[in-house]
């Protein structure tokens, strides 16, 4: 049995299906918006980046360039040890096994917060949020990635995929807590047919799927996200 950090909310597109959401995750932001709006807010040279559910550690070296350290954190230690390999010449690199609710991390340790599509998604994530209050140094900043249902092809897909979510619920959640909102609009961009449908399946019901593959044709979709913010003052 693969070992999973107590209190982890389980991934089922990841931890299922690896080597698909490796495909997704080529396919998603091929621009760069993401990181150009998390760049402009809090660059991160020199400073020490926290990767938060970094998964197989996609995104690990692109911070470690410029970065003076880097950790990523993983609940589903499978998912870490191909972290650890992706980044095993990076020596500025680390990654612990570990859930949002109990950070493998002293206090104020951390500049700034990578989190994306992972744990923090509105109400009931206040046991991780008070876990980065404890990390985050003062004038750290905290991002947080998430899917804006309220427009974009993708979002129309997440609404009938998840009809009873509440983005208004979750905007107040998040305002109420300081947050930030920059909403950004990025793509998923695929080689073929084939990873636009093998991703659809890891995200979606087979039946909604099927549905989503039939109704959109070509290779790029449309995709809203909320980038959520905050800078630490204490």
């Known amino acids: 049995m693969v070992e999973i950090a107590p209190g982890a ?19 998603v932001d091929p621009d760069g918006a993401i990181e150009a709006a998390m760049r402009r807010i809090a660059p991160w040279a020199g400073r020490t980046v926290l990767d938060l559910g970094c998964g197989t550690g996609f995104h690990l070296p692109r911070f ?11 609940p589903h230690a ?7 390999r992706r980044v095993r010449d990076l020596p500025n690199v680390t990654v612990r096994v570990g859930a949002a609710q109990a950070l493998p991390l002293p206090d104020a340790s951390i500049d700034v917060v990578h ?15 008070a876990e980065l209050d404890r990390v985050v140094r003062r004038g750290g900043t905290i991002f947080i990635v998430d899917n804006d249902a309220t427009r974009s092809t993708f979002g129309g897909w997440f609404r009938r ?32 047919r084939a990873d636009l449908s093998a991703v659809l399946r890891i995200e979606f019901p087979e ?3 099927a549905e989503f593959e039939r109704e959109h044709p070509g290779l790029t979709v449309d995709y ?11």
Do not use: H, K
């Open 9 to 27: 909310v389980p991934s089922p597109n990841i931890w299922n299906s690896p080597s698909v959401y490796e495909v997704e995750n080529r396919a």
């Open 64 to 74: 470690a360039a410029e970065a003076a350290r880097v950790v990523g954190v993983e």
């Open 78 to 84: 499978g998912l870490a040890a191909a972290a650890r």
């Open 115 to 129: 989190v994306r599509w992972a744990y923090f998604f509105g109400p009931g994530c206040e046991p991780g949020l």
């Open 161 to 192: 995929g998840l009809p009873s979510y509440d983005p208004a619920s979750v905007e107040r959640f998040w305002t109420r807590r300081g947050f930030q909102r920059e909403p950004l609009m990025i793509r998923w961009e695929f080689e073929n």
């Open 207 to 209: 039946r909604l799927a």
């Open 224 to 234: 809203a996200v909320n980038l959520w913010w905050r800078t630490t003052d204490w």
